[in-house]
């Protein structure tokens, strides 16, 4: 197989969500990687989130739950495996069996003063993308919207 192909297989299996938020770059970072911030608007709207424990560092482990509007609980698994200061975070995202159900890369990039956040999911197939796309897009949409509602409030 060649490059070419390579490429636009990988871009099948990929979800990508962006978001200019009205905030300086180091503070949207750190609402990314501090508990305490992330637990206040990680996840579409009527979640809530509950962090067991947030390790971010390469081989380092975010554990935490998602507690749907309906009292469902998820429990989710990210495993860091880059990190790069204000700039990127990189994941696998886990099942609590230690199946990675997809790749996550965050990027925070400074656009004048506030920060284009880009998050970037690759799923194992193009079956298992066009399942998440369902609920994803419009999630990932909602949680970076929350994540600037909150952010507004730190300034």
């Given at each position: 197989?060649?490059?070419?192909l390579?490429?636009?297989e990988?871009?099948?299996?990929q979800l990508?969500i ?9 503070l949207?970072f750190?609402a990314?990687?501090?508990?305490k ?6 996840g579409?709207n ?7 424990s947030?390790?971010?560092?390469p081989g380092g482990?975010?554990k935490?739950?998602?507690h749907?509007?309906?009292?469902t609980d998820?429990?989710?698994h990210?495993?860091y495996t880059?990190?790069v200061r ?10 609590k069996e230690?199946e990675?159900?997809f ?5 925070f990039?400074?656009?004048a ?7 970037q999911?690759t ?6 993308r066009?399942q998440a796309?369902?609920?994803?897009i419009?999630g990932?949409?909602q949680?970076?919207?929350r994540?600037e ?5 730190q300034q």
């Amino acid at each position: 197989m060649n490059a070419t192909l390579d490429l636009n297989e990988l871009a099948k299996r990929q979800l990508e969500i962006s978001r200019l938020i009205s905030a300086p770059r180091a503070l949207v970072f750190q609402a990314f990687t501090d508990a305490k911030m992330i637990s206040n608007w990680w996840g579409p709207n009527g979640f809530r989130t509950t962090t067991v424990s947030k390790d971010v560092r390469p081989g380092g482990a975010w554990k935490f739950t998602m507690h749907g509007p309906d009292g469902t609980d998820f429990p989710n698994h990210i495993v860091y495996t880059k990190v790069v200061r204000n700039e990127r975070l990189e994941w696998d995202h886990g099942s609590k069996e230690g199946e990675v159900m997809f790749k996550a890369v965050v990027t925070f990039k400074d656009e004048a003063g506030k920060t284009r956040v880009t998050l970037q999911h690759t799923m194992p197939t193009v079956e298992a993308r066009e399942q998440a796309a369902k609920y994803a897009i419009e999630g990932g949409n909602q949680t970076l919207a929350r994540l600037e509602q909150h952010l507004a409030t730190q300034q």
